[in-house]
T-cell receptor, first 113, second 111 residues
Framework: DGGITQSPKYLFRKEGQNVTLSCEQNLNHDAMYWYRQDPGQGLRLIYYSQIVNDFQKGDIAEGYSVSREKKESFPLTVTSAQKNPTAFYLC????????????FGPGTRLTVT | GQQLNQSPQSMFIQEGEDVSMNCTSSSIFNTWLWYKQDPGEGPVLLIA?????ELTSNGRLTAQFGITRKDSFLNISASIPSDVGIYFC???????????FGKGTRLHILP
């Protein structure tokens, strides 16, 4: 089955630690995206990548970093510089040529204490 | 930055009722998308609209791309308990290469 996987589903970290969230897709999509969702809020774009070895900052990139070494994978690192990292993180992909029809993974809930 | 205004913020309805929600923008969009999110899960794409005036159905769901290109509507007919969740609109503003999301409409169905 084609789809997007995110792991783990729940992640707990101590303040001051970096943490990396995994996102893998087997849809052969060119573009991948990371969003953050807070309670009662819409989705806010952190980073996106339209092609391997290239990525752009979204609206809330501060305190986050990404890499896109393979088409299938787009890991997100939440660094200790992110002041309020506890949130639900969603990865998405699309076929490219525009932002259309993004398909989402199941999400990772990160809790930092 | 650009914002989408999605309304209503929440709805409480009886099972079997029809539901309407909408999204508006101050600028022109060239794509409108509607998603549903269940608690603790990722959003699932329901309907994609690409042309002004376009009306598209997916089962009991119908969505329209507004003729002004600044709004979109989603209707759900004869609601059932599994329709409960958060519905998000999303749009691709011209000439941007990424989409933005509304804050969602939370649908509750009363027993």
């Amino acid at each position: 089955d084609g789809g997007i996987t995110q792991s783990p589903k729940y992640l707990f970290r101590k303040e001051g630690q970096n943490v990396t969230l995994s996102c893998e897709q087997n849809l052969n999509h060119d573009a991948m995206y990371w969003y953050r969702q807070d309670p009662g809020q819409g989705l806010r774009l952190i980073y996106y990548s339209q092609i391997v070895n290239d990525f752009q900052k979204g609206d809330i990139a501060e305190g986050y970093s990404v890499s896109r070494e393979k088409k299938e994978s787009f890991p997100l690192t939440v660094t200790s510089a992110q002041k309020n990292p506890t949130a639900f993180y969603l990865c998405a992909s699309s076929s490219g040529g525009g932002p259309y029809e993004q398909y989402f993974g199941p999400g990772t809930r990160l809790t930092v204490t | 930055g650009q914002q989408l205004n999605q309304s209503p913020q929440s709805m409480f309805i009886q099972e079997g009722e029809d539901v309407s929600m909408n999204c508006t923008s101050s600028s022109i969009f060239n794509t409108w998308l509607w998603y549903k999110q269940d608690p603790g899960e990722g959003p699932v794409l329901l309907i994609a609209l690409y042309k002004a005036g376009e009306l598209t159905s997916n089962g009991r769901l119908t969505a329209q791309f507004g003729i002004t290109r600044k709004d979109s509507f989603l209707n759900i007919s004869a609601s059932i308990p599994s329709d409960v969740g958060i519905y998000f609109c999303a749009g691709a503003p011209v000439p941007d290469d990424k989409i933005i999301f509304g804050k969602g409409t939370r649908l509750h169905i009363l027993p």
